[in-house]
């Protein structure tokens, strides 16, 4: 095996996902795209936004079933468990609310809600490990954070799957698995300074804003803030916790940041492969071969 080739978040782009398995030199094989020596890593995010999460699931999901590529949780399928699962008081854990429906409406519309292929993705979704450690290569959603990870370690399997209680767990505020799943696949988040608030990119008011925890140099919030719609800028210069910060050199992989511009390496330690698919930007790829730092040259693309 030569190296894994990771790639971002999809959310139901298949036309580019086959694009972009083509230019990586994967062919289909007994209907499953394959290469000669390399495994595909996929980082999460299959479904929700686009117009072909159906096809999305058969093309990965065979191909991690086949041997071809390795899979981790992305936090829109965690919330497609949390929709269809049941939390014992005669609701779901995650609620059916206007907000939350319209955020998965896409997935529930093309796969049919509550339809025997709608249950069949689920048992496959609680499969996917939390997060992949590959020794001199990571790959996570949205945020590699130890602590996040010991904390889940009653939770979880060998393989860093979550179990049907850790699943339960994840869903209840005053239990340390809640926080520790919202890092590691939503990313770290903290109060905005001076009781400020912004609007996300689906207009909802946030008084949060997500840190970029990849980078050593963003110490403050005005440099550490991201997902602002370009408010950044307005922040003070207050110094920011360093708690979620990687320091580790064992190169990281994610996706979830919807990144804007043509795909670019972030840090040589840990990088977002999330370029914005789903909003006419583009579907990516890093090729890894055994490199200890991220070079730009082993990213791949296509446009959505």
């Not at 992949?132 to 939770?155: E, I, K, M, T, Y």
């Not at 991201?226 to 207050?238: A, F, Q, R, V």
Request: hydrophobic share 40%.
């Amino acid at each position: 095996m030569d190296g894994f080739d990771i790639i971002g978040d999809i959310h139901g782009h298949a036309n580019a996902l086959e694009r972009l398995l083509e230019d990586l030199d994967y062919n289909q094989r007994d209907g499953v795209y394959r290469h000669p020596s390399r495994i595909a890593v996929f980082a999460g995010d299959f479904v929700d936004r686009g117009p072909e999460q159906m096809a999305v699931l058969r093309i990965a999901r065979d191909m991690v079933e086949a041997g071809c590529a390795r899979a981790v949780m992305g936090n829109h399928e965690f919330n497609a468990i949390a929709w269809a699962t049941p939390d014992g008081e005669g609701r779901h854990l995650r609620p059916h609310t206007p907000k939350n429906q319209k955020q998965h409406r896409n997935f529930l519309e093309q796969m049919g809600d509550g339809s025997e292929a709608h249950a069949d993705t689920i048992a496959w979704f609680r499969t996917l490990p939390l997060w992949l450690d590959f020794g001199d290569l990571r790959v996570v959603h949205a945020c590699w954070h130890s602590p996040s990870q010991q904390a889940l370690a009653n939770w979880l399997d060998a393989d860093a799957r979550l179990s049907d209680i850790g699943i339960h767990a994840a869903h209840d505020r005053a239990d340390p698995a809640f926080l520790a799943v919202e890092v590691l696949l939503k990313g770290p988040e903290v109060r905005l300074p001076s009781g400020r608030s912004f609007r996300d990119k689906d207009g909802h008011l946030r008084d949060e804003a997500r840190l970029r925890w990849w980078d050593p140099t963003a110490v403050t919030f005005r440099k550490a803030a991201l997902g602002m719609e370009g408010l950044e800028s307005d922040l003070p210069d207050e110094p920011v916790p360093m708690d979620f910060f990687y320091t580790d050199t064992v190169p990281v992989l994610f996706g979830h940041y919807w990144m804007k511009g043509e795909p670019a390496i972030l840090q040589p330690f840990a990088s977002c492969l999330d370029f914005s698919v789903a909003s006419d930007g583009y579907l990516t790829a890093y090729r890894w071969s055994g490199e200890s730092k991220l070079k730009a040259h082993n990213l791949v693309w296509v446009s959505a």
